[in-house]
């Protein structure tokens, strides 16, 4: 679960190019916590997140509310020991008892670890709905694209070209369909869970740790105004027979953990959506 609030930090801005440049952060998003913004090797705005003892968490958020769309980033994570550390791009209705919220969570690892990427759903302030998959690529090498579509009928959770998860509404459970939700990117000090159940914090000898995004992209319907041009592509979208393949591939190679199979967790039983899929 992404963290509530980031409490009142001093925001640090620091604009590596030309002040006049078109910013996308400052345009859409408000920030809280270390913030810096600048320009890769091939020109693409890059904003960066950074953590250390003294600076506390980091995030932006956007201005807009949204009722369903598609959103994605472009995400480079913390290089080496990036153990205790969690790196979220994650939709929320705020901090209410009944928010909903859907997450794509980074948990960072030990060196030569791999990272694992939590996805999780909220509606009414029910969660324990965690798909965890270990990712089957280093992502502190390069940029990976993560996606979330959000509609009527169902969630998808989508790494560069392959879904790996779809989240489907029925019509007698809770699900996120009411309740405009923020966009969020934020980086936190998760030790007491993150990494190994909380059995390896953050080794603060390698800070300052710094997540980079870039390539934000949002195709959605904005609270109380109109949808984004482009809807036709997610508002009814789903997953064909491929694509279920791949979320197959997924769960066969690189899932971590499935709260369906989480006797233990649900002891009176385990929530009615997990017989029906």
């Not at 859409?28 to 890769?40: I, L, M, S, W």
């Not at 759903?121 to 270990?134: I, L, P, R, T, Y």
């Not at 560069?160 to 809770?174: P, T």
């Not at 769960?251 to 649900?266: A, H, I």
């Amino acid at each position: 679960m992404a963290p509530r609030s980031l409490g009142v930090l001093a925001v640090a801005l620091a604009l590596l190019q030309a002040a006049s440049a078109k910013s996308w952060l400052g345009a859409k998003f408000t920030t809280d916590g270390t913030v810096r913004e600048g320009y890769d090797s091939s020109g693409q705005q890059v904003v960066m997140l950074s953590l250390d003892q003294h600076s506390g968490a980091a995030g932006f958020n956007s201005k807009e509310q949204y009722l369903y769309g598609e959103f994605s980033i472009e995400m480079k994570l913390i290089r080496g020991n990036s153990a205790g550390t969690v790196s979220c791009f994650y939709l929320s209705s705020g901090d209410g008892d009944g928010h909903d919220e859907i997450d794509m969570e980074f948990m960072g690892n030990a060196t030569g670890q791999p990272v694992v990427l939590n996805t999780n759903v909220w509606a009414n302030g029910d969660g324990k709905k965690e798909h965890q998959f270990d990712l089957w690529f280093d992502p502190a090498a390069d940029y990976h694209t993560y996606t979330i579509i959000w509609n009527p009928t169902n969630i998808l959770f989508k790494v560069d070209n392959l879904f790996i998860r779809s989240f489907k509404r029925y019509a007698d459970l809770a699900y996120p369909s009411s309740k405009p939700m923020t966009l969020h990117a934020t980086l936190w000090d998760g030790s007491y869970w993150a990494t190994e159940k909380g059995k390896m914090p953050i080794d603060w000898s390698g800070a300052p740790f710094v997540v980079s995004y870039r390539s934000y992209a949002a195709n959605a319907c904005v609270s109380g105004g109109a949808c984004r041009t482009g809807r036709d592509g997610w508002m009814h979208r789903q997953l064909d027979n491929a694509e279920w393949g791949t979320v197959r591939w997924a769960e066969k190679n690189f899932m971590r953990y499935n709260y369906c199979q989480d006797g233990w967790r649900f002891p009176q039983g385990l929530p009615a959506e997990c017989s029906r899929h």
